[in-house]
């Protein structure tokens, strides 16, 4: 563990929120989609939020995030409000995106978050790109970049491996290896399943991490950051991990056994820290009903936040193809 | 200083030259422009002068080389990417297509491209069917991004600095069969840069081209001229978005219309300024109008068959003069 | 006389059973100062069965393209030339076997089933054409194109209508096109004038009774049904006409032609410029108001350039009346070969005596000129007062 971090009990009980905020969510979320509140694809992050909760927590406001379209974690974990992201899955005006995006393209520009995107592997060389402006211009910033094991079977992926190395650029990788892309498991469709290891093959200093340890990733996170600032190059952080729900709304999960998505459960990542805390007395019954219904209290808000929201005019369908110039919009 | 004369890969390198002297968040970057001097030498000398910081070479990853560069843009620079060939950057049509054109758009305007991407295009100097395309129409399909063809030096020598100005992301279309000619530059451009230009006045025909096919378009008009035919010629230089009056405003003047594309008819550029011509300028026309666009063949080797291939001259003026004859 | 300067061929089939007649189909001249046309378009090919009038073929001349038509009713049996071709006149372009005396029943069956086709078939056109015609309310079926499968182009639109349209580029073609009129008025004019001995004979014809008639036939009749006075003097001089024949004819060849029919020519001003001349035909059997309708069919043909080749070449005889706009007396020059033009004045007041009463009648100067290789003053003047004698009773012309 970094000697920095500070780990004590308001911290947990913060990130145990965190993860719980995420958790509530995003489940809720599953009732507005069954409701037609929420359509597109929604693609849960739930099983899988100590790497977002753990990464973001060791975050300074200047540093970039380039996410993928599971990003509804990552995006409340770095701090956009709850009630902006659901207008964006509602498609209304006061969401994030100004309702352009929905759920796979969570964008803020005051918080430095580029987006969900929802190419596999396609952020790879966005992330790159940031961070030689960040070296260009001096800025004391690290890109982080969040992609799925899927994206490693990409030509982009090693291309962006690459010219991070070559180039040195301030770029922490976060691959959140849960196991399948999509539907198909690692074992079927890579020939090294290690996949720190591949990095390793482009000279990029890696580790692996329990991804279902909040702890362990906000150390491990942090540990990247120094090295990355220290030796001017990029990171890369693979983070063991698992979905407990499917690819998308829309999975029959016929790929794997209810079995194994009940092994993984147990050693889920709220589970996991609730129980620690309350086993050494940090945390009672009543302390995670407090949570809940502060969570509950603000999912509430966040719907009535996002039902509020104005529909945009059909009038403005083309508005931000192009930036507005001296001469208007070109048609 | 008045207007002096340059090859087109001369007025292209003082163009990037003048963006690099502007503005030091500019920096060229792609596969061999820096210690090689470019593919097609553009780029020659500018490493010696501005080094490894601004002219970066990057590996064979045309994906990756473009997404740092759209990427480079998003967090605050002015790249000007150069892909070596349209034929390579299909490899980054990722990047361009569901990037740069939709990241402005995704993020409800938060976030804008301001990236340029050069690639060099066209036929006719026997590169075969992987060297020698003209895809200006799958850039031109895509909203979000501005797509231009310099055909004039002048053009080659302004456009990349009104690209540069743009906040969103432009490519810009080389012709590889006008770099070595020699050519006037003005001081200044002639037009902002999604204008079309009327390139020469008639009064019987409009042909509407750009790129490449500028000058077999010229001077298929001045043929014509012999022949009693006074042709129009229209620059289009803006495939995206496309200065529509200009060229309607001249069919509306002549009645008829001859498309010249070295792209493929099919789906092409050509077909969409017809429809357009339909559409808005239907009551203007006396003929049906045409298209001259590339035979429906990968471009081939031999050289008899390459020319064979690509609209020419005499093709111009015979399809000139049948249409003024109502065949 | 027969405009048509072809010669007729007896052809005996070697079995000297059945004989054939072929006629020559010749470019035609469509006026005296036409010496060459150019074959545009062929309408008819070899084995198409053709009726008298039918239109074969469009030719372009100095006054723009005009449809030209057969005068023999038979088979299209040659084609001798393809468009497109500049030919002189008398040059013969086709051959027509002919079938008017040997199965008349079947060749107007086929007739009617072509004429079936043509009526329904909207013409080609341009989109430009189209425009402008919908622009200026043209009748787009009397229109022949020139274009592909015979669509009509900006090109085989009338002068008029080119000369009105948005285009700033038109002006440039139809100033062309009307100095070629132009060009063609002056050598029929100098013609005329170097080779007809001209004589004028002036009448002042009171038209009270005709504009009391006028007025009464009018009176419940919807303006376009109107009769103007134009009709009862065309009316009234086909029937002097028939009286004193020797003013309707041609002098060709040091030799006065009588004609058989009376049409009479009508000079149109264009609006760009220059004149036709078109024909009414058979003026003497038609009525009054058969002549007018042919009068309003005419002048609006005439306008957009839609008028047969006959309609410009078989007049017998012209008038010219500028009505309103005209002035008192009009001392026309004769269109050659016919042999006598009347002008008519504007209508004006004079002050004359009537069974010893000062009245003010209304009267119209009417002046013929007349080739006095043909026409001596007596016949003109018995001619005018023919003509002033028919007026004066409208309710019988």
């Not at chain 2, 502007?22 to 593919?39: H, I, Q, S």
């Not at chain 2, 200065?243 to 405003?249: A, I, K, M, N, V």
């Not at chain 3, 029943?105 to 909207?122: C, G, N, W, Y």
């Not at chain 3, 009245?359 to 003047?381: P, T």
């Amino acid at each position: 563990m970094n000697q920095k971090l500070h780990i004590d009990r308001t911290h947990l009980i913060n990130q145990l929120k965190q993860m719980l905020r995420i958790r509530r969510f995003e489940e809720k979320c599953t009732q507005l989609y069954a409701e037609e509140k929420i359509r597109g694809f929604l693609h849960l992050y739930i099983g899988e939020e100590a790497i977002a909760v753990g990464v973001m927590s060791v975050l300074k406001p200047e540093d970039q995030i380039v996410a993928t379209y599971r990003e509804h974690g990552h995006a409340l974990a770095r701090g956009l409000s709850m009630g902006s992201i659901l207008a964006e899955m509602f498609g209304r005006t006061n969401g994030c995106s100004r309702g352009r995006g929905g759920s796979m393209h969570l964008f803020d520009k005051q918080m430095n978050f580029y987006g969900g995107n929802a190419i596999v592997a396609g952020g790879l060389p966005l992330a790159a790109g940031l961070a030689m402006a960040n070296k260009k211009q001096h800025r004391d910033a690290v890109t982080v970049c969040f992609f799925g094991e899927g994206a490693v079977a990409e030509g982009e992926f090693h291309e962006a491996m690459n010219l991070a190395v070559l180039w040195k650029l301030p770029v922490l990788f976060v691959c959140e290896n849960n196991g399948y892309a999509m539907g198909t498991a690692l074992s079927l469709s890579e020939s090294e399943t290690n996949i720190a290891k591949k990095a390793s093959g482009y000279g990029m200093a890696s580790s692996q991490v329990d991804g279902m340890n909040v702890v362990d990733v906000e150390s491990a996170t942090s540990t990247a950051l120094d090295l990355i600032k220290t030796t001017s190059q990029p990171y890369f952080l693979e983070c063991k991990t698992y979905r407990f729900r499917g690819h998308s709304s829309f999975d029959g999960q016929l790929y794997r056994e209810k079995e194994e998505i009940r092994q993984w459960e147990e050693k889920g990542p709220v589970i996991r820290l609730q129980n620690w805390l309350k086993e050494n007395n940090h945390f009672n019954e009543e302390d995670l009903d407090e949570l809940e219904s502060e969570i509950k209290a603000e999912i509430e808000a966040a719907i009535e936040f996002a039902e509020g929201g104005a529909w945009e005019d059909t009038a403005d369908l083309c508005k931000d193809v192009y930036s507005p110039t001296q001469q208007g919009e070109p048609g | 200083m008045n207007a002096q004369t340059l090859t087109y890969r001369e007025a292209l390198r003082a163009g990037i030259e003048q963006a690099l002297e502007d503005d030091e968040r500019v920096f060229l970057m792609g596969e061999d422009v820096g210690r090689y001097g470019g593919c097609y030498a553009v780029s020659k000398g500018l490493f010696d002068y501005y080094g490894e910081q601004r002219i970066i070479d990057t590996p064979l990853c045309e994906s990756g080389f473009v997404g740092v560069g759209i990427g480079a843009a998003l967090g605050g620079l002015r790249p000007i990417v150069e892909v070596m060939t349209v034929n390579f950057s299909l490899l980054a049509m990722d990047q361009i297509v569901n990037s740069a054109a939709t990241l402005r758009h995704m993020s409800g305007g938060q976030f804008n491209i301001p990236v340029v991407i050069r690639m060099a295009c066209g036929a006719g100097r026997q590169l075969a069917a992987q060297h020698s395309h003209s895809w200006e129409n799958f850039y031109a399909h895509i909203p979000g991004l501005k797509v231009l063809s310099p055909a004039t030096h002048t053009d080659a020598r302004h456009m990349l600095g009104q690209a540069l100005e743009d906040p969103d992301p432009v490519i810009i279309f080389e012709h590889v069969m006008l770099l070595n000619e020699n050519g006037e530059v003005s001081e200044s451009p002639e037009a902002d840069m999604e204008s079309a230009l009327v390139r020469r006045q008639g009064d019987d025909v409009t042909l509407i081209t750009y790129g490449g096919c500028l000058h077999k378009a010229l001077t298929a008009a001045n043929k014509l001229a012999e022949l009693n035919i006074s042709a129009e010629v229209v620059d289009l230089r803006c495939l995206r978005p496309l200065d529509t009056d200009t060229f309607l405003g001249s069919v509306e003047k002549t009645h008829r219309a001859i498309i010249i594309d070295e792209g493929w008819k099919t789906c092409g550029l050509a077909g969409e300024i017809s429809a357009i011509i339909m559409e808005q300028g239907f009551w203007f026309l006396d003929a049906p109008v045409k298209r001259l666009c590339t035979a429906e063949v990968p471009i081939p080797y031999p050289s008899h068959l390459e020319q064979a291939a690509l609209p020419q001259v005499k093709q111009i003026v015979e399809m000139a003069q049948a249409i003024m004859e109502g065949r | 006389m027969d405009r048509e300067s072809g010669h007729k061929g007896l052809q005996v089939k070697p079995e000297g059973l059945v004989t054939e007649i072929v006629e020559d189909i010749v470019m035609p001249s469509l006026g005296a100062d036409m010496t060459e046309g150019i074959l545009v378009e062929w309408l008819v090919k070899c084995g198409d069965p053709v009726k008298r009038g039918d239109i074969i073929a469009v030719i372009e001349t100095q006054k723009g393209a005009i449809d030209m038509e057969v005068y023999h009713t038979g088979v299209i049996s040659e084609i001798l030339h393809q468009p497109i071709v500049t030919l002189p006149v008398g040059t013969v372009m086709a051959r027509v076997k002919l079938t008017e005396h040997s199965d008349r029943s079947k060749v107007t069956q086929l007739d009617s089933v072509a004429v079936t086709q043509v009526e329904t078939r909207t013409p080609l056109a341009s989109p430009v054409v189209r425009k402008v015609a919908m622009e200026q309310k043209l009748d787009l079926t009397a229109v022949r194109g020139s274009g592909p499968q015979g669509a009509i182009l900006l090109r085989d639109l009338p002068e008029t209508t080119e000369e009105m349209r948005a285009s700033t580029q038109a002006s440039k073609q139809s100033s062309g096109a009307t100095k070629k009129m132009r060009g063609a008025i002056a050598s029929a004019m100098t013609k005329s004038k170097n080779e007809i001995p001209h004589f004028y004979q002036s009448l002042d014809i009171e038209l009270g009774n005709a504009q009391e008639w006028l007025k009464k036939t009018n009176e419940y009749r919807s303006p376009d049904q109107h009769i103007l006075l134009l009709a009862l003097l065309l009316k009234a001089a086909a029937k002097a006409l028939t009286k004193y024949p020797d003013l309707n004819g041609f002098y060709e060849n040091n030799q006065f032609v009588h004609a058989e029919e009376i049409h009479i020519g009508n000079v149109i001003s264009l609006r760009q410029g220059g004149l036709v001349v078109p024909a009414i035909h058979h003026v003497d059997k038609l009525s009054v108001d058969e002549t007018m309708q042919a009068i309003r069919d005419i002048s609006a043909r005439g306008r957009n350039g839609h008028l047969r080749s006959s309609e410009l070449t078989d007049a017998t005889i012209t008038i010219t009346n500028m009505g309103e706009r005209g002035t008192d007396t009009v001392f026309a020059v004769i269109y050659p070969p016919q042999v006598a033009i009347i002008g008519f004045g504007k209508i004006r007041e004079k002050l004359q005596l009537v069974e010893g009463d000062l009245v003010n009648c209304d009267v119209m100067s009417v002046c013929l000129s007349a080739d006095h290789r043909v026409i001596d003053g007596m016949l003109g003047a018995k001619f005018l007062n023919a003509l002033s004698k028919q007026l004066q009773k409208p309710e019988l012309l």
